[in-house]
């Protein structure tokens, strides 16, 4: 080893050990959330308490994905709920159509979605800002759109009718209520525990410079269209992942899933939680769906409702929820430490 190497080594070792440490925490903080989650069923016997864990699951995982495109990556996608959808409807028809095992038709789900996901990204990361964004939208109007005329196969606009079928695995049932709350709770911190390791590797890093500076990046001998298509497919996976959670959970596919609208609730998200912080689109989810089902309740103007929210934090805060929260922390401590 020459000198150089040598230096090198020493400097880098101690960034690996707080990576590690970084790491081992994640993990540790993931096994008690789920723990947490898990044993809630034990205190409380809501099916509607349970039923807001299982959609925020669903949602979580998807909002969360968007952001690896929109806050680490700079890609503003309108159209990332097509994904949401084809999870759904993948899953959904692998189970009615094959009667495979569970596990069978998961892996299957998530490699159809990157295999689409690799043709559609392969064209849209070329794109720049509003075209990426509007090309995008075209894509999953395509997808919207083929589900709604191939009804032979997809049940049109009534969705996939019949319920999907939950063969046990493994000891578990995921027609029991109780089960499919606990394997919903173990994707979402599975889910999220992955996204938090892609969004802290040098990969992560790399996406961080894409979104500052691709031209600078790109100069630095990064390929640029390379690491886009690659957070383009990851995201999409994860998106699919959130599209079969609900789909187990309402026990169909419906054309909704893959409309417009849920690239719109996922962008939303995004802006009630906040882009810069890894948890912001988790609190986002809690958010919008506490606000759905209790506007919901009082009036039949929700819509007008929620867009009031979104002027708030666009005009008031203009910026998320927990972005601000983590700024106003910051902003104490650096006047502490002023002192």
Known sequence: MTELEAGRAETLAPVRSGAALQRYRDVLIALVAFAVLASLPLFTG???LLDFVIRCSAYGLFATSLNLLVGYTGLTSFGHGMFFGLGAYSFGLIMQKLGVPIPVAFVAT??????????????????????????????????????????SFTGGDQGLRGG????????????????????????????????????????????RMIRDNAARASFLGIDVWRAKLTVFVLAALFAAMGGMVMALFVSGAYPEFAYWTISGEGIFINMLGGVSTFLGPM?????????????????????IVLGVVILFFALGLRKGLLDFVADWFAHRRDAGEGR
């Open 164 to 207: 999907i079928p939950r063969p046990t695995f493994l000891g578990i049932n995921l027609a029991n209520h109780i089960h499919l709350y606990v394997a919903s709770c173990a994707l979402l911190i599975l889910g999220l525990l992955a996204m938090r390791q892609i969004a802290q590797s040098p990969f992560g890093y790399t996406l």
């Open 46 to 48: 809501s099916k509607a």
């Open 110 to 151: 998530l490699a159809i979605t990157a295999a689409i996901a690799a043709v559609i990204g392969a064209i849209c990361v070329r794109l720049k800002d509003i075209y990426f964004a509007f090309v995008t939208l075209a894509f999953q109007m395509l997808i919207h759109s083929t589900i709604l005329s191939w009804a």
């Open 283 to 303: 609190v986002g989810t809690v958010l919008l769906l506490l606000l759905n089902d209790t506007v919901t309740r009082f009036t039949e103007y929700h819509g």
